[in-house]
């Protein structure tokens, strides 16, 4: 899997969007970004995931690059309660190891009221 | 409901001394996965399993083992626990390798 960079925190005030970048230069073409979060201890949660095409479902919208290197998730009316590490990552269709999934450090997002 | 368990939630135990931490989805899911989550570390996959009978290494597999005799089942071994293995361990699964993944609720381990 290609690596990521992501800021390690970021702060928004509910009500209002927030925008978590990531970078992930080394993407090959079949790899898939893919947009987990965490609250506390708990289990991961799935966000969204695109392959080239921004992406929008009822959490979030998903803008990758034209080229590619970078995308970023859009909570577009966050919430105290969206406040977690948001994980991104990016993972082949196929391929010998496309089993494998490598979370990175993530970024700590937190809602201010 | 659809979901991932996990068992034990919680678990203290001794160097050395043989352990299973299981894991169970009753969604007919092919894919499953184990991760540690360290502070500082994030999640690593120790191993997952494409199907039955089908496990490959994860990032961090040294000092444990899996099985996959059943479609829902997919426990971790730890046959000789040390200090270094206390984490909070999840489970996860999807329908194929590349599907959105659900994650159980996570086993906090203790090996004093």
């Known amino acids: 899997d290609a690596k990521t960079t992501q800021p390690p925190s970021m702060d928004c005030a509910e009500g209002r969007a927030a925008n978590l970048p990531c970078n992930h230069s080394?993407?090959?073409?079949?790899?898939?970004v893919y947009w987990y979060r965490q609250i506390h201890s708990q289990g991961p949660q799935y966000i969204i995931h695109g392959l080239k095409n921004n992406e929008t479902n009822e959490m979030a919208s998903l803008i990758i690059t034209e080229d590619r290197k970078s995308s970023t998730l859009i909570l577009p009316h966050a919430t105290l309660r969206d406040t977690a590490v948001y994980y991104c990552i990016v993972r082949a269709a196929g391929g010998t190891s496309y089993g494998k999934l490598t979370f990175g450090q993530g970024t700590i997002l937190t809602v201010h009221p | 409901e659809a979901q991932v368990t996990q068992n034990p939630r919680y678990l203290i135990t001794v160097t050395g001394k043989k352990l299973t931490v299981t894991c169970s989805q009753n969604m007919n899911h092919e894919y499953m996965s184990w991760y540690r989550q360290d502070p500082g570390l994030g999640l690593r996959q120790i191993y997952y399993?494409?199907?039955?009978?089908?496990?490959d290494k994860g990032d961090v597999p040294e000092g444990y083992k899996v099985s996959r005799k059943e479609k829902r089942n997919f426990p971790l071994i730890l046959e000789s626990p040390s200090p270094n293995q206390t984490s909070l361990y999840f489970c996860?699964?999807?329908?194929?390798?590349?599907?959105?993944?659900?994650f159980g609720p996570g086993t906090r381990l203790t090996v004093l």
């Open positions: 399993s494409m199907n039955v009978e089908v496990t």
């Open positions: 996860a699964s999807s329908l194929g390798a590349t599907d959105t993944q659900y």
């Open positions: 080394t993407i090959s073409g079949n790899e898939y």
